[in-house]
């Protein structure tokens, strides 16, 4: 137990210490900044994996503390470490991934400047992100939760000197800052309610049935946009294509493997802590609230396939998917179902995995080709032979193709999803599997099939160098292998809510209605796929680039940003308008002219322009401080009339 | 007591103040570390209090002195010369002279070739007198003359080591504060009516046992002194005087403007209006005149966003943020004590506590926030010679270091963990949420404050963008690459001297207190629990 409670605490502790000396060992070698952060990056990986024992199949949480804040809610809140299956589950995936993109990164980032900046990031997420999952409170999930969102930020503008990143940088941040306040707000009302803001807390407040059913619909409705800004889900999803500004490494970690799981983690976290009270979970149905979340992962994982069709950018495409991805497993997590929560969260690792690798490979391609635009490359198979057969087998695991884990998850995903009274949402759902392969396919065909391009032609292409295929290939082997570990999954979480059994569950996957579906589905689509991207077959393409509502509404991401812009906009607008008044009324110096300041006011001129008042200016201060002295000591005077009063 | 603390926390500054002076005409830099020296010992001698506050049995320390023999009383009775320190006073005394210590040192640079710097320093000695005085004392005289004494300093460094036209700036400040002082005059005259004391314990306890037919006056003694006191706090509509005399004042007093002094305004309502008269009104007079402060606290924290959001000006966007930010602490005041009628009296409720140490804790972490804020900006305008941000850009790889600072400043104004200001603001809402089951009435103020805290954001990346990332406006004639992976342009040193000089980082006097508040601002957004035990000390004399 001892090694549990030291494991679970330097986990996430150690990398924000180890953050703090990037700089100072950057300053003397770059070599062995680099190997420093890995080095950390293995030992938390090792210090994550160790925790799994300990926790296999439990259901009861062990949490350790520390004090904290003292007063806050009667006793005080502690800070702690909340350690259950679920929180050790995205523990270990967080801290494995930061390794595979620490490792990345001395290929990919090689050359850059500004690598100290990157590296104290990377290790400042690593630690907030394990921090989040592990915290034992909301204010403390809270605080890590802003912290990712922060490094998120940084390093989209990593590359600072770009207008393009520091815009999507603050595109990122605030949208996501707006679910935060969402999040915030279901603090305080947990608050309000239980007096104490700690996970077992709150479940005890809630199997005690001191909850507020008002109050409780609130706080999940609360939660829910929280998540939903965090994982890019409808109506706030546009950030995460705006996040590709970002390195590929640091979209790869943050933008599909951990950060944009955090909704995911939150979401079933709370379900987790609700499912304590059956009453609690059928007054949450009863307020729409699971439907809700079935139909947000739904509507998001159709958008976000369809315009992942569309875009040209390498890059967009997986940004999409991710966020089509999300959306499957978010409407897993409404199913409140045994299955649903279970296929969510493994779908989750799944599409951590083949995601992961889409972006290691496309890193590789960006690199090699120098763009993003999809339209210029074609024909690497023959320059890039090894990244071509990463990319098939990212290709097949993310379509979701039998023997491979996606697919399992995506069948227990709509089989709950169906289960649960959703039957046009898991339409929905089996028609995205088959845009979702069509995606797949289409830039699979383009990047890789046909003839190069010209402009491809004048560009020296090389494979990616080993540094960068080596943890590539590692994703790619656990992307085959990974459809076999379901069983595992199911015994570590162990859990049973919503009465369901974890390991009975896991072959419903192979009887379901989806199966045949889907097997059906992918003919036709295969086919049209087929014609379209790798025979350059003009029907389908010319229906996207044409002009027709479904292309104009793709083409402009469904008008999404453009209304944001507009809002946007029309703040900007009444906020100048508001100044120009505030300066009207109260003849404020006027702004515009203030380019420079003036000589007058620099080192060594300071009074030239005032010399009129320079004169007097001694003489008023030297009265007003003698007034002063003069009070100080009559103050001092009178104390002889009466010293020692009370 | 044996040894008069706070006596010479306020009297050590004080007799300093001419020395001060002859030391400044030997060398200013003398000068500036002894300022900063006596902050130190100040803040030694008032820690040493600590102990005292969080043992005994107040939860408050004293000192008493006869001062000045009442007229209205017959018997021979003194006004009390009384220094007292509770959790809140310390709190904010403390933070305080933190920003004088890290003030005057950042003079050091900031200020130098520039004239008069012995009287600057005197004044900066005098201003820690007023400020000590405003926050340590419980005679309601010795309050406003305090009150009064801040201003004078704060005038002339305003207005003779300002920008542009800076003393017109400086008779904003001293007009508009001074007519908010009459405001504050007539209430603590009232007081003094009513009660014949001129400690606030002693006017509080005697208030609450005036005869009904006294309830109006002292209806309107409050309104009079939170109004008078509001205005130092430049909330929404007395805010006019704030974005000039905050942006034209040299770089230090703006901090010290923008940390404590409007801040000020926040510790005296809490302390007269509250502390004194609050317990003595109605209830239904108080719920309105709570919700009233709300109202205000909305639109001033819209108002301050908005106009931040669009200033051009490096130091005006900060100080509309100072507004905002007044904001945020109007809307914790507002949370104050929710009167709860518990059999006609009212009950400080538990909820509400958190929302004052929330309120009280925002006053310090925004000190030292905006404190960091304004020096960062300073740095930058002493460095680069330029105030409009339009014409800034790309100062990260020219200033790394304020470029950190600066960030870090933003970001904890704009409430993002783990800084400080997120924990006061965090605090701040979860009392409102408290309150919420007592008050319907705060359900939406409670939710547009929490949307200004995405405007608060907006405007700190907008600063952050447009300062220090992107590319310098000399640079962006240089070719940009095709793609990310190599986008640091060489420098363009032919542009550069064109320009005339080569921007470089702050010196290093400049570094050390940024740095300062730096630790400052991220050690209490990790581990506020110091500010916190102090501030949940004070009982405040009202119970249920």
Known sequence: ?????????????????????????????????????????????????????????????????????????????????????????????????????????????????????????????????????LADNMLQMFIFWEMVGLCSYALISFWYKKPESIRAGVKVFIMTRIGDIALLAAIGLLFLMFGTLSFRGIINGIIAGGF????????????????????????????????MEAPTSVSALLHAATMVKAGIYLLSRVILIFSVAPALISVLNEALWFPTIIWVGTLTALVGASLALHTTDIKGV???????????????????????????????????????????????????????????????????????????????????????????????????????????????????????????????????????????????????????????????????????????????????????????????????????????LLLPIGIIAYYSYFKRYNGIRNIAAGKNPLSTMLKHAFFFDYTYDRVAKGITGFSIALTRVENALFARLPDEGAAKISRAAQPGHAITLKKGFSGSFRNYVAAAVLGFILIVVLIILTFGIGLGGA | MSLPILLSVFLIPSISIPFVYLTGKKSPKSAAIFVAAIALVCIGLLLSTVPQILNSDLHRYEETWAWIPTVLSGDAQFAQFSLFIDGISASVALISLVLIFVASLYSINYMAGKKHLPVYYALLSMLTVGLIGVFLTSNLILFYFCWELMLVPAYFIVGEWGYRNSYKSALKLFIFTHAGAVFVLLGIGALYWLTGSTDMFIAQSSLQNLPAIYADTIKWTMIALTAGLAVKMAVFPVHMWLPDAHSEAPAPMSALLSGVIISAGAYAIIRLSFGVVFPAVSVDFATMFLHGLAVI??????????????????????????????????????????????????????????????????????????????????????????????????????????????????????????????????????????????????????????????????????????????????EVGVEEPPNG????????????????????????????????????VVIIGIYPTFFMDLIQSVTFGVTG
């Open chain 2, 485 to 520: 992976h190599d986008a640091h342009a060489p420098d363009a040193p032919a542009a550069e001297e064109a320009h005339g000089h080569k921007i470089v980082d702050v010196p290093n006097w400049m570094k050390a207190s940024l740095a300062i508040l730096v630790v400052l």
């Open chain 2, 297 to 474: 606290a909305i639109v001033t924290a819209f108002f301050g966003s908005l106009l931040s959001l669009v200033a051009t000006d490096i130091k005006r966007v900060i100080a509309y943020s100072s507004i905002a930010h007044m904001g945020y602490i109007m809307f914790g005041l507002s949370l104050f004590p929710v009167a709860l009628a518990q059999g006609g009296s009212l009950a400080l409720i538990a909820p509400a506590a958190i929302a004052i140490v929330g309120t009280v804790l925002h006053i310090v972490t925004h000190a030292a926030s905006k404190g960091l804020f304004f020096l960062t900006a300073g740095g930058v305008m002493h460095q680069t010679e330029k105030r409009d941000i339009r014409e800034m850009g790309g100062l990260a790889s020219k200033m790394p270091f304020s470029a950190v600072s600066g960030t870090i400043a933003a970001l904890s104004i704009s409430g993002a963990p783990p800084f400080a200001c997120f924990i006061s603001e965090f605090l701040i809402f979860v009392g409102a949420f408290q309150i919420i089951q007592a008050d319907s009435f705060y359900i939406i103020p409670t939710a547009l404050m929490l949307i200004a805290t995405v405007f608060s954001l907006a405007y700190s990346l907008r600063f952050v963008s447009k300062v220090f990332l992107g590319q310098s406006k000399e």
């Open chain 1, 318 to 520: 997986l940004a999409y998917s991710t966020v089509s991805q999300i959306g499957f497993m978010m409407a897993g997590l409404g199913a409140a179902a045994m299955q649903g929560w279970f296929g969510s969260l493994y779908h989750m690792i799944s599409h951590a995995f083949f995601e992961g690798l889409g972006f290691l490979i496309a890193g590789g391609l960006i690199h090699a080709v120098g763009t993003r635009d999809m339209r210029l490359m074609g024909g690497l198979r023959n320059a890039m032979p090894l990244s071509f057969i990463l990319m098939g087998i990212m290709v097949i695991t993310t379509s979701g193709l039998p023997p491979f884990a996606s697919f399992f998850s995506k069948g227990l995903i709509i089989t709950s999803v169906t289960e649960s009274g959703g039957v046009f949402p898991s339409i929905i759902l089996i028609a995205t599997t088959g845009i979702t392969f069509a995606y797949c396919f289409r830039m699979f065909s383009l990047v890789f099939m046909g003839e190069e391009s010209g402009y491809l032609k004048l560009q020296r292409v090389h494979e990616s160098p080993t540094i960068m295929l080596i943890p590539a290939a590692i994703l790619a082997g656990f992307c085959i292998y990974w459809g076999v570990g379901e069983p595992a999954v199911a015994n570590f979480l162990g859990v049973t809510i919503f009465g369901g059994d974890a390991l009975g569950i896991i072959y419903e996957a192979f009887f379901n209605i989806e199966t045949p579906i889907f097997l059906t």
């Open chain 1, 1 to 133: 137990m001892m090694l549990q409670e030291f494991s679970a605490w330097f986990v996430w502790v150690l990398p924000l210490i180890a953050s703090l000396f990037v700089p100072v060992i950057g300053r003397y070698t770059e070599k062995g900044r680099n190997y420093f952060v890995v080095a950390v990056a293995i030992v938390s990986a090792a210090l994550a994996i160790s925790l799994i024992p300990d926790v296999w199949g439990k259901h009861e949480a062990v949490i350790y503390t520390i004090p904290w804040l003292s007063g806050f809610g009667g006793e005080g809140l502690s800070a702690g470490v909340f350690i259950d299956p679920l929180s050790v589950l995205f523990t270990v995936l967080i801290s494995f991934f930061a390794l595979i993109i620490a490792i990345y990164s001395i290929g990919y980032m090689k050359g850059e400047s500004g690598l100290t900046r990157y590296y104290y990031l990377i290790l400042l997420f690593i630690g907030s992100m394990i921090g989040l999952v």
């Open chain 1, 212 to 243: 507020n059913e008002t109050y409780m619909i609130a706080v999940a409705f609360l939660v829910l946009g929280g998540a939903i800004a965090k994982s890019a889900q409808l109506p706030l999803f546009t950030w995460l294509y705006s996040a």
